[in-house]
Structure formats: C-alpha cells, structure tokens
C-alpha cells in the first residue's frame, strides 16, 4: 500500500512536470505567434525606409539613402522646411514638460498633505473626466482658442494638451508624495524650514522619479499629438511632425513607400530611444508610481 | 489653466450643443432642435450599430481577454522574456498615431505590395481591399493591439503582487501550472479586471484617433463611430463641415453615456475600491 502511493506520488509528479514543460513551450510559441505582426510592421519601417525595392514587401533588396532625403530637401515645393517642422514639434514636446511638471508637482503636494474636503471628489473626478476628453472637448476648444487667438499656434496646442493632461499628472505626483514619511516633513519643520523650503529642499528630491516619469509621459504624449495638432494648426509653418507625416501619408499612400517608412521612421525615434532608455520611467508612471498612491 | 481649458469648454460644449453654430460662429439658440435632429438623421442607426459593436468587440477581443492573457503568459514564462514581450505590446502604445496608422496603411494595402495582399499573391491569389470589405474588423483590431497592453500591464501588477506563498502552497498540494492559475491567480485578480473592464468601456467610446488615421470612417460610414461622427460633423470637411452646434450635441450625448456609465460602475462595483487601482493615461 505505502509503496504503490509512492509509485503513483513519483508518476503524478513526472506527469506534472511533463506538463509543465508542454505548457510553458506552448506559452512560449503564443508569445512569439501574437507578437509576430508588431515585429514585422516595425521592421518593414527600418528596412523599407534604406531600400529600394523589397522581397515580398519586407525583406530588403537595394540599400539607399534616397529615402532619407527629405532631411534636407522637401519632397515636394509644397512642404515646409522639416527642421522648422522639427523645432515646432519640440517646442510643443518641450512646453507640455514644463506646464504639467510646473503646476503638478506644487498641486499634488497640497493635495497629498494638507487637509482638504473636496480629496475623495479629485480622485473620482479624475475618472469622470475621463469620460469628457477627446471629441467632447474639441469641439468647444476649438471655439476658447479662436477666442484667444490661439488657433494656428504650438503655443494653443500645448497649453490646452498640458491642461487636460493635468488631472492624471497631479494624480500620479500625488501617489509620490503620499509615498514620503510625514516624520521626513516634520523633522525639516522642527528644524525651522518654511513649509516653502521644505517642499523645495526636501520633498522635491524625494520625488525625483515622479517627476522623471511625468515629464517622459508629457514629452512624448506632446511629440506625438495627432488630432489636436490636425485640428488647430493648419498653417503650415506651426506643423508639427504629425500634420508633416500625415499629408506624406495622403500625398505619397501609394507612390514612395520607402518615403513613408523613413519619414515615420524619424517620427519616431525619439518615442525609440526613450522606449531603450527610459522604459523604467514609464513602468513606473503606469505601476510602481501609483503603488505609492494606495 | 484646467479651469480654462477644462471645465470652460465643458459647460461651452452643453451650451453650444442648444445652437445651431456653424462656421460663423453665431449663437443662435434652438433649444432642442439638436437633440430632435438625431432622431431623424438616418445615418444615426448604422453609425450605433458600427459603435456598439466596436466598444464591445475590442473590449471583449482585445482589452480584457487578451491582455489578461497576455498577462498570465508573460508572468507565467522567465522574468526576462516576460519583460521583454510586455516592452513589446507596450511599444504601439508610445508610437505616434500618425506612425501606428501608417503601418496599418501597410500591412492592409488593397494593392499587391501591402503585407497581407502579398501574402496572398505569393499564395496565388488576388489581392483583397482589406478596409473595404473588413472595415469593422480593421478598426477592432487596430485599436485592440494598442488597448491589449493596457489590460496586460494592470493585470502584471495585480498577479505579481499575489503572496508567493499561495502559489507555493497550490505547487505542494499538487496543483499544475494551469491549475494554479485557474484556482490561485485568477480569483485573486477579480477587482482589477472590473477596472479594466470599466475604465476602458469609457476610454472607448470616445477614442476615435486611430480609426480616423486608418480607415478615416469610411467606406462611406461603415466604421464611423458615434465620437469620430461628432468629430466629423465639425471638422469633417466635404460631407457637412462645421455644425458645431450638432457636433457639441452628439458629442454631450456620449459625456451623458459616460457619466451614466461610471455611475453605475461606481455603485455596482464600489468604485471606491477600484480608485486605489494603478490610472495609466490611454
């Protein structure tokens, strides 16, 4: 009795492991299966934006810089300059980072630490705004920027996107501070700091990933701004990458793939070389950052 | 500024959506006459249908099923390749949409040099105008590879934070690797998969960037949603540009839908919990 359990423990074990090793090769070919169209939509951007001509659409045949062109001449007389194009889209890149970092670092310590009544009805209200943003808004922003002249303008753009983004920022800074001992505050109190000289010597330091992971988040939801910029910029010397991309996109669908490919490919490097190196920032906005907040 | 460029256009959106403002930009109040206009828009019926569907479709497809399955792969395998197959779902999310449509442009050329059609020509067939007769699907798609990695990175962190030693405990009393997943993970991670569920539904209903970029709504309405219809009432340009007071209506009657829906999510599933979940900007 005692040893045809053990036989059968042994068995049930091999049998288990067996199992196992089946189901984590099965995991293995899903991971890879699933992923194979992003793998081979983004290596199409790389290898048909130095080629010629490709096999079966992917696989490059001629190598050339022809594509790359555009850096320093316009495909066509009717486009901008595209380092103006640049400079505009870094400019709004650039102005989301200090509006959002600027008014949400000094917000989300109020909110984290002192007492105010309407805290539950931020938090909730973060939510139900998000029901509002996108087309809701649009509309009747299109309308506040014609009234403030704004329209046309990187300037428009940035300020309204920073507002809107406003609520999730001072949220996630808020879950930072909330993350900070009080003793940390009181000990820089009793020391005689100002409340002023304790946020700025004390606290700001303390956050610094908060604030590294809010401005990656800002920099790159205003580098890649579509609809806003389509919306409100229409002239063409405040276009930014994306109006410049998108009228390649409808001037060149199925002319000059190779074109398109390279100029998105230069789109997006930026969004690239943050997504290598600066990905623990955006990990930690989307989980370490709010883990503070619970 | 948030007053400015928040709650400003939000009580302008309700006031603008009783007029009939065009591109002159007139107050003129009609009262209702919006809302009495939607009833008899015969575009309104299909372009429901088209959002319902979408909604539903890329949440149930995309959002919740796979990104929780993807979730439970990538902890599921080694650490490293975990990591590195969510950096990969991620990357679509951080890409410019311009760049994203792009490549969907691509992948779904109805000519013989998109990647499908020449898939297709290699196979010996004819190419297929992929967005002409799979408009719904296109667009389910398109936005659920971007919407997946939302449910998956929530879903990563709720599985990682699950005690080690429930799993341990599953392991000893002889419970497989699918087992514990069935019996220990999933029943753990109820409440994140509630938010999901409920945070994307409203996310959702007003995305409408992607599907302009690909499809632009077309072929003819056949996946214009209700916001990229309201969208392009005003900005639309041939069809009937600028009614921005029609515009705001369509518009108000979404808010009204997610006001409703949060609601009834906050009651029906004591939202109060929910809060405390990780926000990620969509």
């Known amino acids: 009795m005692g040893r045809s359990t053990r036989r059968l423990r042994a068995g049930t074990v091999r049998w288990i492991r067996w199992q196992e090793r089946v189901v984590k090769v099965l995991f293995y070919s899903f991971l890879f299966i699933t992923a194979l169209p992003l793998i081979v939509g983004y290596l199409w951007l790389f290898s048909n934006s130095f080629s010629e001509t490709l096999i079966y659409s992917l696989i490059p045949e001629r190598l050339t810089l022809k594509n790359w062109s555009f850096l320093w001449r316009p495909p066509s007389p009717y486009y901008p300059s595209l380092w103006r194009t640049f400079g505009n889209t870094l400019v ?15 917000a989300a310590y109020a909110l984290s630490r002192m007492k105010f009544p309407g805290r539950f009805g931020l938090l909730a209200g973060t939510l139900i705004l998000h029901s509002f943003p996108g087309i809701t808004l649009l509309i009747s922003l299109y309308y506040v920027l014609r009234t403030l002249g704004l329209l046309n303008n990187v300037i428009g753009v940035f300020l309204v996107k920073a507002g809107l983004m406003m609520p999730f920022a001072i949220w996630v800074m808020k879950g930072f501070f909330d993350s900070i001992p009080w003793d940390v505050e009181c000990a820089a109190l009793v020391d005689g700091a100002t409340r002023f000289q304790t946020w700025y010597k004390v606290m700001l330091p303390q ?88 | 500024m948030v007053l400015v460029f928040y709650v400003v256009p939000a009580i302008l959106t309700v006031t603008m959506a009783l007029t009939n403002m065009d591109y002159r930009f007139q107050w003129n109040f009609i009262g209702l006459g919006n809302f009495r206009r939607m009833f008899n828009d015969f575009l309104l019926p299909g372009i429901l249908r088209v959002t319902l569907l979408y909604v539903i479709g890329t949440l149930g497809i995309f959002n919740v099923t796979f990104g929780l399955i993807l979730a439970l792969v990538t902890t599921s395998v080694g650490e490293r390749i975990g990591r590195f197959f969510r950096a990969l779902w991620l990357l679509p999310r951080f890409t410019p949409p311009v760049v994203y449509g792009m490549i969907w442009l691509w992948i779904l050329d109805p000519t013989k ?20 007769n799979y408009p ?140 405390a979940e990780p926000l990620i900007e969509v």
């Not at chain 1, 600066?278 to 989307?286: C, I, N, P, T």
């Not at chain 2, 499908?116 to 067939?125: P, W």
Request: net charge positive; hydrophobic share 50%; charged share 10%.
């Open chain 2, 113 to 132: 040099h998109g990647l499908l059609n020449s898939v297709r020509v290699a196979m010996g067939l004819r190419p297929v105008d992929w967005i002409l």
């Open chain 2, 136 to 275: 719904l699907g296109v667009i389910i798609i398109a936005n659920g590879i971007i919407g997946a990695s939302f449910g998956m990175l929530i879903f990563t962190a709720a599985i990682q934070s699950i005690p080690q030693e429930l799993h341990w405990a599953a392991r000893v009393d002889g419970a497989g690797l699918l087992q514990d997943i069935r019996y220990i993970t999933l029943p753990q991670i109820r409440w994140p998969i509630l938010f999901v569920t409920a945070y994307q539904t409203l996310s959702l209903l007003t995305s409408y960037e992607y599907i302009l970029i690909i499809t632009q709504g077309g072929p003819y309405f056949a996946s214009t949603v209700w916001s990229l219809y309201a969208y392009k009432l005003c900005f639309g340009g041939y069809y009937a540009p600028y009614q921005f007071g029609y515009g705001s209506a369509m518009a108000l009657i979404l808010v009204g839908i997610g006001l409703i829906a949060a609601v009834t999510y906050w009651r029906v599933f004591r939202f109060r919990r929910m809060m």
């Open chain 1, 92 to 106: 709004l890149a650039l102005g989301m980072v200090v509006t959002v970092v600027g008014i949400s670092t000094p």
């Open chain 1, 207 to 294: 956050v610094k990933p908060g604030i590294g992971a809010v401005s990656v988040f800002a920099f790159l939801s205003g580098w890649s701004e579509y609809i806003y910029v389509i919306t409100f910029v229409q002239d063409k010397r405040s276009w930014t990458l994306s109006s410049y991309v998108n009228s390649i996109i409808g001037d060149y669908r199925f002319l000059d793939y190779g074109l398109l490919a390279a100029t998105g490919l230069f789109y997006m490097l930026p969004v690239l070389l943050f997504f290598l190196f600066a990905q623990k920032y955006l990990l930690r906005v989307s989980i370490g950052g709010t883990k503070g907040g619970r």
